[in-house]
Nanobody, 123 residues
């Protein structure tokens, strides 16, 4: 079993920045891709970004390209999501996920999910 714990959410003003973290623990985590999803009130959960185990391959949603950057620290079993130029429409619960590879995460197929961290952007 794998546990994913997100942190770093909060209330920020539009135009600000935030870095989300997700720490993985549990069974041996080698080889797993990691990613981020978000769910705004009244909306379905949507893919944000994913990164391969090596870090050499990433995918991101068109809506966040140029503003969101995903990265990971394999030694710490931790992934990050750097969010810049925040917009009110970025307000959502952000979920960490892991899966077989970055591509399957990009199409929504995750093996494990975190509990989520709230990001609220004020205008």
């Amino acid at each position: 079993q794998v546990q994913l714990v997100e942190s770093g959410g909060g209330l920020v003003q539009a135009g600000g920045s935030l870095t989300l973290s997700c720490a993985a623990s549990g069974r041996t985590f080698g080889g797993y891709a990691m990613g981020w999803f978000r769910q705004a009130p009244g909306n379905e959960r949507e893919f944000v970004a994913s990164i391969s185990w090596s870090g050499g391959s990433t995918y991101s949603a068109d809506s966040v390209k140029g503003r969101f950057t995903i990265s990971r620290d394999k030694a710490r079993n931790t992934e990050y999501l750097q969010i810049n130029s925040l917009k009110p429409e970025d307000t959502a619960v952000y979920y960490c996920a892991s899966g077989a590879n970055a591509y399957v995460l990009s199409v929504g197929r995750a093996d494990y999910w975190g509990q989520g961290t709230q990001v609220t952007v004020s205008s």
